[in-house]
C-alpha cells in the first residue's frame, strides 16, 4: 500500500492535528522543528515556521511536542529540521532527546550525506542530483528516500513536476529502497498521479493550510487524499 505522509510544524495545536491526520488515513507524519531561514520553504511553511517562532518554539518546546503527538498516535513521527538547528543543540543530544520523545527518524534538509553520520536520517535527492550522489544517498537513507520532485521551494502547484518519472525511474536503478516525493503534491489528483509513480506521497504546504481550519479539516482533507490514493 502506498504511503501517506503528512508535515506539520510543531505548535501547540500540532498534536491534535496530527491526531486529526492519522485518523484521516495518514501513515507517516512529519513534525517541522522551525527554523529562522528555512531555505527549502515556500511561503506556506515559512510563515508557519515564524509563527511558531513567534510562539516561543525553540527545540525544546518541539521535542515535548513530539512526545506529545507520540502519546495520541502511533505512526512513525519524523521531525523535520536545518543543520543549523542540530549545531545549536548538539547533534548527539538531539538524537538522543528526539528519540526518547518518539522520533523514530529524522529528516535534516540541508546536511550533507557525508557529515554527522550519527544523525541516521532520510536522505533527499532531486532532479538535478547526479547519479553518483542517488547512490551515496540512498546507502546512508534511513527507511525510505525523499524524492524532492521540483528543483525549488516547497509550495503547492497546478500540477505534479514532469521531472518525477524520470527522476524515479533514475533512483530506481540504484536502489531498491522505498521512494516517497514530496514537494508540490496538493490535491487528491495529485496525490493518486504520484502513487501511480511513488512507494509514499508527501503532503506539505497544502497540509500546513488546511491545518489552520482545524482538526476536522484536516481529516477530512487527509481522508480525501488517502481515497484518491487507495483508488490508483
Sequence with gaps: MT??????VC?????GLAQAAVEGGADIIELGIPFSDPLAEGPTIRLASERALSRGMRTKQCLECIAETRARVDVPLIPMTYAAILEAYGYERFVTDSRAAGATSSIVVDLPVEDHPEVRRIQLVAPTSTDERISICAAASDGWLYLVSVTGTTGTRETVSPALAGLVDRVRAQTDMPLYAGFGISTPEHAASVAGLADGVV????AVQVAEEGPAALRDYVRSLREAIDRE
Design 11 to 15: 505548535e501547540p495545536e500540532t498534536p
Design 3 to 8: 504511503k501517506l505522509v503528512i508535515y506539520l
Design 203 to 206: 503532503v506539505g504546504s497544502r
